[in-house]
C-alpha cells in the first residue's frame, strides 16, 4: 500500500510563488511515474506535471516555464514549485503515486490565488 500526502498549499497573488511537498510512503517516490495534478472550482481534474522513474517531466501547457516537478530521493518527498503564479492556478493540488497498475492519490491542497 502507498500512502501519499500533500503538504504546502495556500493562499498567495498573483505573480507570487508557492512550493508543494508530498511525502510519500510505501514505495520509493523515484519508482514508477508520480505526478501533481490539481482540480480548480467547478472543472475536471488535470494533469499538471508528471515525472517518471527515467526522469522524464511532463507539464501541462500552461505551467511550462512556471512549474517544476522533482523528487528527493533522500527524503523520499514529491514537489511542485510554482512561480509566476495567477489566479487561473487556484485550485485542489492533488500528488499522485502510479504502481502496480494502481493510482494513489493524496487527500489534496488548496491554492489560491488572489489578482
Known amino acids: 500500500q502507498v500512502q501519499v500526502t500533500e503538504s504546502g498549499g495556500g493562499s498567495v497573488q498573483a505573480g507570487g510563488s508557492l512550493r508543494l511537498s508530498c511525502a510519500v510512503a510505501?514505495?520509493?517516490?523515484?519508482?514508477?511515474?508520480v505526478g501533481w495534478y490539481r482540480q480548480p472550482p467547478g472543472k475536471e481534474r488535470e494533469l499538471v506535471a508528471t515525472l517518471t522513474a527515467d526522469g522524464d517531466k511532463n507539464y501541462l501547457e500552461s505551467v511550462k516555464g512556471r512549474f517544476t516537478i522533482s523528487a528527493d530521493r533522500r527524503t523520499n518527498r514529491l514537489g511542485l514549485q510554482m512561480n509566476s503564479l495567477t489566479p487561473e492556478d487556484t485550485a485542489v493540488y492533488y500528488c499522485n503515486a502510479n504502481r502496480w497498475g494502481r493510482d494513489f492519490w493524496g487527500q489534496g491542497t488548496q491554492v489560491t490565488v488572489s489578482s
Open positions: 510505501g514505495s520509493p517516490v523515484w519508482l514508477g511515474k
